[in-house]
């Protein structure tokens, strides 16, 4: 066995790369706990509801012009060509520059849109991250291409220590939300300076080739509409609730989204590095033993989020109370709610990159699409109807919901699997069931405060 896991093969790869994906994705939450946990108490909750609306913006502009550079690297023939990978390259410097561009114009109307006067200055500050990103050597996604991800996820770590290094610092000298920004400014400067230093692999030129880009941009068309759908399921809720509730409760609510969707991104994590690889490498159309491969490692990664996840919705209010203040105490309740609704999300969470993995982007969006109509809908009905309440049981209803186009979208690659996701909802329901009766007098009671 120990010869077979280093090996060249790609399940072997695949067992390697989970190995260090999930090692990074674990040693980074504990690191983000630990950074959470001091600078809770260095600032005040409002910051962390600000920086919460600073994030939203962020990675709202940043997926609402994604090109699919990242999925074209790992999906693409052309993925290791030189000329193919400049030109990526500088798409990617180019797109940079633009949305540092767009955080300074939305500044001010953004501030005013949610009457946080200091979104003015912390977004432009916090938006120069993207600019740098743009300058991050296609190099990484060609270790992920290739599975091949340890001294990635060690930038990645060493990056991430340098940015709370530096949050922890700026927030004792400035008492405020601009430390934050500035912060993860630093971190974005650190990760770039050592991936050019510490990654080996050929170094990037600039490059426009038609054909390259020709490429990016039919793939990317799609990617680009995936994406903006993709911020509307992910991002949604707290661009909502920003207007629904005081930055004292977003913070409270961020806070908690982070301890209860540790899970989901860690599952996320996982199946954005693999599951394109194994759904291009070993497709389920070509044998029956590639399928029942794929099924071996979706019921794996689900079993493993999911315990995590059950675990995280009947310990929730304990781990608030021992790790925070009294200040934050009402995240407890909202983290079990959280969990519950976060469940179907996790059981469907390896179908969609079957249809990246062959190229079809277009019926990638049309599920993304839907998925994220629905769940907006929802999430606006529940929240005017029902409060925070309704909001986070659309969550999980919009999985629900959009099931059937899911299905219709992996039917082609012969991805479904209909007895997984049963058994799998049937255990989440008694399980998150009886979580939320147990903890159902701290629900009740935060419900009515915040």
Request: charged share 15%; hydrophobic share 50%; aromatic share 10%.
């Amino acid at each position: 066995m120990k010869l077979a896991l280093n090996g060249p093969s790609l399940m072997a790869r695949v067992v390697r790369s989970t190995s260090w994906i999930l090692l990074g994705f674990g040693v980074g939450q504990v690191l983000r706990l630990a950074s959470n946990l001091l600078l809770t108490r260095l600032l005040f909750p409002e910051a962390f509801g600000l920086m919460a609306l600073v994030t939203v913006i962020i990675i709202g502009l940043s997926l609402f012009s994604d090109m699919g550079i990242s999925n074209a690297i790992a999906q693409n023939p052309r993925g290791d060509d030189p000329d193919f990978l400049d030109s990526a390259w500088t798409v990617q410097i180019c797109r940079g520059g633009l949305l540092w561009l767009l955080t300074g114009l939305l500044a001010v109307p953004v501030a005013a849109f949610y009457n946080a006067p200091e979104l003015a200055y912390c977004l432009p500050i916090a938006g120069f991250s993207l600019a740098l990103q743009g300058f991050t050597p296609t190099r990484v996604e060609t270790a992920y291409r290739h599975l091949l991800v340890g001294r990635v996820t060690a930038i990645n770590l060493a990056a991430q220590i340098c940015g709370i290094l530096s949050m922890v610092t700026l927030a004792i000298w400035m008492q405020s939300v601009v430390a934050l920004a500035i912060g993860s400014v630093l971190q974005e400067a650190a990760k770039l300076a050592l991936t050019h230093l510490a990654l080996p692999g050929r170094r990037n030129r600039p490059r426009w080739e038609p054909a390259a880009t020709h490429e990016l941009i039919g793939m990317g068309k799609w990617i680009f509409l995936s994406t903006a759908c993709f911020f509307l399921t992910t991002q949604g809720d707290r661009a909502i609730l920003g207007k629904h509730l005081t930055l004292e409760a977003m913070g409270i609510y961020n806070i908690a989204f982070f301890l209860a969707s540790f899970p989901m991104q860690m599952g996320q994590e996982v199946n954005q590095r693999l599951m394109i690889p194994v759904y291009r490498d070993k497709p389920a159309l070509h044998s029956d033993q590639n399928r029942k491969k794929q099924r071996q490692l979706r019921y794996a990664l689900t079993g493993g989020i999911l315990c995590m996840l059950w675990t995280m919705a009947w310990i929730g209010p304990w781990l608030v109370d021992l790790l925070y203040d009294d200040r934050y105490a009402m995240a407890g309740p909202v983290i079990v709610m959280l969990t519950t609704s976060l469940a179907p999300s996790i059981i469907v969470l390896t179908y969609d990159r079957a249809s990246l993995a062959a190229g079809d982007t277009k019926r990638f969006f049309f599920y993304t699409a839907t998925r994220a109509f629905v769940q907006t809908a929802l999430f606006l009905a529940g929240v005017t109807s029902f409060g925070l309440a309704g909001g986070i049981a659309a969550m999980g209803l919009a999985v629900v919901v959009s099931y059937p186009m899911l299905m219709r979208q992996t039917r082609p690659y012969r991805a479904q699997d209909p007895v997984h996701d049963l058994v799998f909802l049937s255990i989440s329901s008694v399980i998150c069931g009886s979580a939320i009766a147990y903890h159902w007098d701290g629900i009740g009671s935060t419900l009515g405060l915040l």
